[in-house]
Structures are given as C-alpha cells and as structure tokens.
C-alpha cells in the first residue's frame, strides 16, 4: 500500500483489506458542481479506485465560491474534465473517467452498469428521480444530497433492499415548484459540508460499515448547527414494481425528454438559430446573442407565432426548468424544430463570451 493511505489504514475499521476494498471499488458522481467537487476530491484522495464523473455543464465565474476544484483559469471549461484533469493531479494512480454528457433516459442505463453505487451530486428533479429509478432496477446505492440555503439533507437510497429515493418522494415536483440555489443563493461551505458527508457515506458503504445512513434522512441545519434524523420506510410494492417494468416511470418522459434538450457542445454553427430569451425584463445575467428574441411567459400564448420558421429554436432561461416549459408549449403549438437549452444563462454567457474570442 503506498505511504498516501497510511493514516486511513490505521483505523480498524479500514485497514489493509478495507484499502484494497477502495483501490477495487467503482463510483459514479454525477454532477461536479457544489456537491460534486468537494465529495470528489475526498473520495480521490482515498484512493477510490475507479471515478466516473458526469456532467455536460461548463464552468463559470459564479460557480468558483463553492467549485472548489475550479480554479479561474477553467472558466468556460466542461467541468467533468476540468474536474478530471484536477483530480488526477491529487492522485495519479486510480482511474477516472470523464462524461461530458447529463444523466438522462437514453443514456443512464449504460453510465450506471459498470459503476458499484452512485453519487447524486445533481441539482435537478429529473435526474434525481432517472438514477433512482435506473439505481433500482439495476440493484445499485444511491447516496443522495440537496440544499435550501443554509440547511441541507443526506441519505443513502436502494442500499441492501432499504428504501428508494422514491419511497420518500413518490413523485416529481412541477417545473419551478421548488427553488434552486440560482434563484435562492446559497453560502458556499453548505453543499461543501454535504458533499464531505455524502463522500463518507460512499466510503462506509465500500467498507461494508455497520453505520451507513440507509432508511435515514440526516437533516442539518448550519446556522444553527441542528441535527435531526428522519425514518424512511420503503414502499415494497412500489419498488417491486419498477423492478419488473425495468424502466424509469413514464412521469419522466416529459422532464427527461432527450429529445426537447439540447446542450452547447452540439452547437457549432449560430447561423441558422433563433436564440429565445424566455425570462423576464431584468433578469440578469444580460446575454447578447446574434438573432435573439425575449419572450417572456407572460407572451407565451400571445406571441408563440413568430417562432415559426424554419431556423432552429434554442429556448434559455435562468435555470433550464422555464425553458423546457416553454418548449413544450411551443411544441404544442407546431413548432417542432425548437429545443431547451439544457444549462442556464450563465453558462450560456460564459460560452458565448468564449466563442466570440
């Protein structure tokens, strides 16, 4: 065993066999943003054998507070392999593979089957409740995080026939029900300190501990430093369900739809695209693009004909939830070459201030 691991060794929990449990195991982070930095780097650091990080999202000036494997320089950069290049740096002898891709139904099957559990670093309902249910069916743990400014929430899902992200939350919530840290802010050491913790769950669960938090909701409150553990009860019936369809819930179809979503990498020529600006007057970031329309969703239903001709719509918001309402409503209305723009618009800006150099 290299001199790296020797204080970890120590422990008796973890010892020689419990390192090469962790130089053996195989972990999927998806999502390399407030959460997925700072579990990564910990989980590198470990010498977690095989990383696999998925992300389609680029880097930008706003996510450096609590990006902390970013640095200034990786601005306009993917950042799962930023993320990669960075971490390989930490500890050049496990393997980490970059996907420059979101989590979505056309591909999560193949992401999660080489993988022994999964990290939900994401920060949105659609591919929170596509690797629960891929997680379910194909018998992997979920270790699961998400943040409301100062208070935060950590469990671990689908582990040992315990309870599934969805035997807490049957279903999805409708778009822009729940806020996002882009619209609320947050303080950057609160997904910091839920990423630490959702890395040690992995940890646990690789080292087969007695203590890992499964049919547990560990709630914590940092400004007031308040814990509280919730019971979580698995629904067998609805799990056992899943498990025979052996596909995500049709729910998902719309929210996870590949082919309403659209991602900047597949962008390469802006000539032939509408840009539609589909937030409200102010709303900032200011992005300036070539061939822009604002529509606001106050004009949805009055002004949807002047998208129809025949130059690609590319529909953007604060967030990607507004855009991809939009979209179907625009879709709804014939207008069927018009796609979401699957990142917001300040990663939209980032880009653009990028390409136009």
């Not at 950057?188 to 669960?205: D, H, S, Y």
């Not at 929210?255 to 597949?266: E, H, K």
């Not at 009055?302 to 879709?331: P, Y």
Request: proline share 4%.
């Amino acid at each position: 065993m290299e001199d790296r691991y020797t204080r970890q060794i120590r422990l008796n929990e973890v010892g020689k066999a419990g390192q090469k449990k962790l130089t053996e195991a195989k972990v999927l982070v998806v999502g390399a943003g407030g959460l997925g930095c700072p579990a990564l780097q910990y989980l590198a650091a470990a010498g977690v054998g095989t990383l696999g990080i998925v992300d389609f999202d680029l880097v930008t000036l706003t996510n450096l507070h609590r990006q902390i494997v970013f640095e200034q320089s990786d601005v306009g950069r993917n950042k799962a392999e930023a993320a990669k290049e960075k971490l390989e740096r930490l500890n050049s002898k496990i393997n980490i593979n970059a996907y420059t891709t979101s989590f979505q139904l056309s591909n999560g099957r193949e992401l999660l089957q080489s993988y022994d559990l999964v990290l939900d670093a994401t920060d949105n309902f659609a591919s929170r409740y596509c690797i629960n249910d891929f997680c379910v069916i194909l018998d992997k743990p979920m270790v699961y995080a998400a943040l409301y400014k100062f208070q935060g929430q950590v469990a671990v899902f689908n582990y040992k026939g315990g309870p599934t992200y969805r035997c807490l939350f049957p279903t999805p919530p409708k778009p822009d029900e729940v806020p996002n840290c882009e619209m609320t802010g947050v303080l950057g050491v609160v997904p910091g300190l839920l990423g630490v913790l959702q890395a040690t769950e992995v940890l646990k669960i690789i080292l087969n501990l007695k203590t890992v938090l499964s049919g547990k909701l560990l709630c914590y409150d940092l400004l007031s430093h308040e814990t509280k553990q919730i019971e979580i009860k698995p629904n067998r019936a609805a799990i056992a369900t899943l498990k025979e369809k052996n596909s995500p819930k049709e729910e998902l179809q719309l929210d996870c739809n590949d082919s309403l979503q659209i991602d900047l990498f597949s962008v390469q020529d802006q000539s032939n695209i509408v840009w539609v600006d589909v937030r409200e007057k102010g709303e900032l970031p200011l992005v300036s693009l070539n061939n822009q329309i604002h529509l606001p969703q106050s004009k949805w239903e009055k002004e949807w004909e002047l998208l129809k001709n025949e130059e690609t719509k590319i529909v953007f918001c604060q967030s990607g939830q507004r855009s991809k309402k939009a979209t179907a409503l625009f879709r709804r209305k014939g207008i069927l070459n018009c796609y979401s723009l699957s990142v917001g618009a300040t990663t939209l800006q980032t880009w653009n201030q990028k390409v136009k150099k």
